[in-house]
């Protein structure tokens, strides 16, 4: 089997502190991670120039490795775990831009906050974010990534998959948000 | 002092901190991720906090000592507080937090400053306890023992 190297996160999260324990916390379950404490440097990082977004043209080129043939990333990002409340560029907004971006707007986005407010969880749900964790993120949290980043893995190869599992997101514990698309969870 | 007594002793100890509040099960959470290829990550997990929570505790008192207070500035570095306790399982310190919030809310410079008080009272406390764990654990370690895995025994 031609495995795929461990996946690679991109967690961004303004605070040290919990830099740190997202950092241990995805290490732990083997994924390699790269943290940064901006929405601005999660884009440098993904290999996009804010001005430049939707300008395939402008981005760097395919890694030699890549058996994909849509991205066009610097890295091979599998996941985005980002944190809502940033100074500058806020999770949300961080979300937007990966969403309207050809290259990175199908890397599931994960976004965590401090604050259990219900519009700001519909906001990010609706703009296309996997998941919606609350803080501190628990181990219990990570095990759930697995599942989409096996999707994001296979929507590479077909084109216009519904990513929605219902079946195993109806299975979700009460501390996550999970993207239903549209459909009323009960 | 033997091994086992010191043992017990330390178990006894992170129970009453439990019990009394001081810490929550994320503080669990943070030993559980601790292992060999990171022996040291709790200690420096905290260690992390005290620097930031003190720099955040002084930039309030200096917010609230301003002719006109930014109650949105407090705000912000409470709400960053509330949260870096929260992450490490700094409960009474948390829940202070969230009560200053409600000061800020009101915009009330007294109500503020009291709050501020009990926040900072929280957070000596639990620095204090902390400090006596983590020597608890030295005293084992030097002794030749390990401190045995966290669990959820209450």
């Known amino acids: 089997m031609a495995a795929r190297a461990q996946f690679h996160v991109l ?56 058996d994909d043939d849509d991205d066009h990333q610097d890295v091979d990002i599998s996941l985005i775990i980002t944190d809502y409340c940033m100074p500058e560029m806020t999770g949300y907004d961080l979300l937007r831009k990966i969403k309207e971006s050809k290259s990175l707007k199908d890397i599931p986005v994960v976004i965590m906050s401090s604050d259990n407010i219900p519009s700001r969880i519909n906001r990010c749900l609706e703009e296309g974010a996997e998941e919606f964790f609350l803080k501190p993120v628990q181990v219990s949290d990570v095990n759930k990534l697995k599942s989409h980043l096996l999707k994001g893995k296979a929507k590479e190869s077909q084109p216009n998959i519904n990513k929605r599992n219902i079946m195993e997101e109806l299975f979700s514990p009460d501390r996550t948000i999970t993207n239903y698309g549209g459909l009323e969870k009960v | 002092m033997e091994l086992g007594q010191m043992q017990g002793r330390l178990a006894e100890y992170t129970r009453s901190l439990y019990m009394e509040g001081i810490l929550d099960a994320q503080f669990l959470q943070l030993q559980q991720l601790q292992d060999e290829s990171n022996p040291d990550f709790v200690v420096e997990v905290v260690s992390l906090f005290f620097e930031d929570s003190e720099k955040l505790l002084n930039d309030i008192a200096r917010a609230l000592d301003q002719q006109s207070v930014d109650f949105k500035r407090v705000d912000a570095h409470v709400h960053q507080l509330k949260g870096s306790s929260a992450s490490v399982g700094a409960q009474r310190v948390k829940d202070a937090c969230v009560a200053f919030r409600n000061c800020c809310e009101e915009q009330n410079v007294e109500g503020c400053l009291r709050c501020l008080q009990q926040v900072k009272q929280e957070h000596y406390l639990v620095k204090n306890k902390l400090e006596t764990l983590f020597r608890l654990e030295q005293q084992i370690v030097a002794a030749g023992g390990s401190v045995p895995m966290a669990e959820m025994t209450f």
């Open chain 1, 11 to 66: 967690a961004v999260d303004d605070s040290l502190i919990d830099r740190k324990l997202i950092e241990r916390l995805l290490k732990t379950s083997s994924y390699q991670v790269t943290a940064v404490d901006s929405g601005s440097k999660a884009l440098e990082f993904l290999g996009i120039h804010e001005d430049e977004e939707n300008n395939e043209a402008s981005i760097p080129s395919v890694s030699p490795n890549d």
